[in-house]
T-cell receptor, first 116, second 114 residues
Framework: AQKITQTQPGMFVQEKEAVTLDCTYD???????LFWYKQPSSGEMIFLIY??????QNATEGRYSLNFQKARKSANLVISASQLGDSAMYFC?????????????FGQGTELSVKP | DSGVTQTPKHLITATGQRVTLRCSPR?????VYWYQQSLDQGLQFLIQ???????AKGNILERFSAQQFPDLHSELNLSSLELGDSALYFC?????????????FGPGTRLTVL
């Protein structure tokens, strides 16, 4: 069965420093997508970044980058130059493209706190 | 603003009751997904509709049902509510059914069952 594991329940980072949030996944499919979402205290889910299983380069979106290591089945999120507004829950998710219509499977999340 | 709307934002009801959650996808999106977020279960996929038809089913209880209407809005019906149904219910939409496009989430409906 597909599974996403986020082993860091909580993380602290100093403002302006970089932080890496870990994510490992398990799937037997060759084609899949990996996503990161941010959930601030207000509750909405905000899409951050996407990585396809066949993408050779790591995805980047502004201050967010995804460190994709396919052989290790990891898809870590790197946030550079942390800001106070980055304090939130972060969820890693996976979608198997050709199976069951594209539902997302989420990890348990990592709560990031940015200190001033 | 993702373009996905959900109503109501908050819902407080009693055990045994029935409620309906409504979702309007982004303009042009044919696929609608429902997710439940609770403290003990985390974020779980419930059900997906694509262009009016059920496409995939997850951990959805038999007391729950959903549908997608011709105008593509969707409703999630929760009946015989129990305390454990208290959760944040998200609707998400995407343009197609099983592609690489990201799913855009609505603001959620927070359901409290007393």
């Amino acid at each position: 069965a597909q599974k996403i594991t986020q082993t860091q329940p909580g993380m602290f980072v100093q403002e302006k420093e970089a932080v890496t949030l870990d994510c490992t996944y398990d799937t037997s499919d060759q084609s899949y997508g990996l996503f990161w979402y941010k959930q601030p205290s207000s509750g909405e889910m905000i899409f951050l970044i996407y990585q396809g299983s066949y993408d050779e380069q790591n995805a980047t979106e502004g201050r967010y980058s995804l460190n994709f290591q396919k052989a290790r089945k990891s898809a870590n999120l790197v946030i550079s130059a942390s800001q106070l507004g980055d304090s939130a829950m972060y969820f890693c998710a996976m979608r198997e493209v050709y199976n069951q219509g594209g539902k997302l499977i989420f990890g348990q999340g990592t709560e990031l706190s940015v200190k001033p | 603003d993702s373009g996905v709307t959900q109503t109501p934002k908050h819902l407080i009801t009693a055990t045994g009751q029935r409620v309906t959650l409504r979702c309007s996808p982004r303009s042009g999106d044919l696929s609608v997904y429902w997710y439940q977020q609770s403290l003990d279960q985390g974020l779980q996929f419930l059900i997906q509709y694509y262009n009016g038809e059920e496409r995939a089913k997850g951990n959805i209880l038999e007391r729950f049902s959903a549908q997608q209407f011709p105008d593509l809005h969707s409703e999630l019906n929760l009946s015989s509510l129990e305390l454990g149904d208290s959760a944040l219910y998200f609707c998400a939409s995407s343009e197609l059914a099983g592609d690489y496009n990201e799913q855009f989430f609505g603001p959620g409906t927070r359901l409290t069952v007393l």
